[in-house]
């Protein structure tokens, strides 16, 4: 197992956010986590990547407990994360900011670089223009490259899909997909639910801190519960 998060409590103030949640992740897989707002998706996320303490529990990957390590060893450790929100440098060009997703390694970035601007090409068009400028798909697509560039084991993301027109949201899916198939293991978080049980091969489903469901994602999609729930419909 590549990624094992074991049974985490966290805490904002006296309000727990997470209430014991554990999620495991094997080399080679896409994981997704599901549920309505606030039910401690992306507290789960920012767990894992280092920016939030836990309370208790414990976090393993490639078999190390991470659970105190800052969050740049995790990011050398091999953890990668496009965070919601997307956290680009607004002021820096695109070619830029794909190369601060390298800053924690050293030597050549020429063979990162040419694959980023494989998967994405609309980023190889508009290498010199300011990240701020960008669309949001855009920017998107900019985070998840800068966090590739990294060359990380898991990659972390948080709501790709959010804020997206719908043609976009396909195109940030099979990416997504392409990126799982050149060896990236992925843990996604989606509010869109139909699309990331479509893509991946597990998922939970969180609600108000805890797990309430794990199975493979094809047979969530055929859940009872959580069509009605997530699918909009029964
Ligand atoms: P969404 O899909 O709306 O982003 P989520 O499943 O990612 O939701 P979280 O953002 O992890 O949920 O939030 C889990 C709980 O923790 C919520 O009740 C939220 O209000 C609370 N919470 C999150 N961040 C903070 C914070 N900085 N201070 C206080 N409470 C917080």
């Known amino acids: 197992m590549l990624l094992e998060v074991k049974d985490i409590h966290v805490h904002y103030g006296k309000i727990a956010a997470l209430k014991g949640i554990s999620v495991e992740v094997n080399e080679g897989e896409i994981v997704t ?5 606030g039910a401690g998706k992306t507290t789960t996320l920012k767990t894992i990547s280092g920016l939030r303490g836990l309370t208790s529990g414990r ?7 991470i659970s105190k390590m800052p969050g740049h060893k995790r990011v050398m450790a091999g953890l990668g994360q496009a965070p919601e929100g997307r956290g680009i440098f607004p002021g820096m060009t695109v070619h830029d ?17 040419a694959e980023a601007y494989e998967l994405f090409p609309r980023l190889a068009e508009r290498r010199n223009q300011a990240a701020g400028t960008m ?13 590739l560039m990294a060359k990380p084991k898991v ?12 043609l976009l949201v396909q195109q940030i899916f099979s990416i997504i997909e392409e990126i ?3 060896g990236t293991t992925v843990l996604l978080v989606e509010q869109n639910a139909q699309q990331a049980l479509s893509l991946a091969h597990r998922a939970y489903v969180l609600e108000t801190g805890s797990v309430v469901k794990s199975a493979p994602a094809a047979e969530l ?10 699918l909009g419909g029964g």
């Not at 976090?59 to 407990?65: A, N």
């Not at 669309?135 to 966090?147: D, T």
């Open 33 to 37: 986590l599901i549920g309505a707002n």
């Open 59 to 65: 976090i393993l990957f490639d078999g190390k407990d």
């Open 97 to 113: 900011n794909l190369l601060m997703g390298a800053y924690a390694r050293s030597g050549n970035f020429d063979k990162e670089l």
């Open 135 to 147: 669309s949001g798909g855009e920017q998107q697509m900019l985070a998840i490259g800068r966090a």
């Open 155 to 166: 990659l972390l993301l948080d709501e790709p899909s959010m804020g997206l027109a719908p």
């Open 180 to 182: 799982n198939r050149r």
């Open 221 to 230: 999609l055929d859940d009872p519960d959580v069509r009605a729930a997530y």
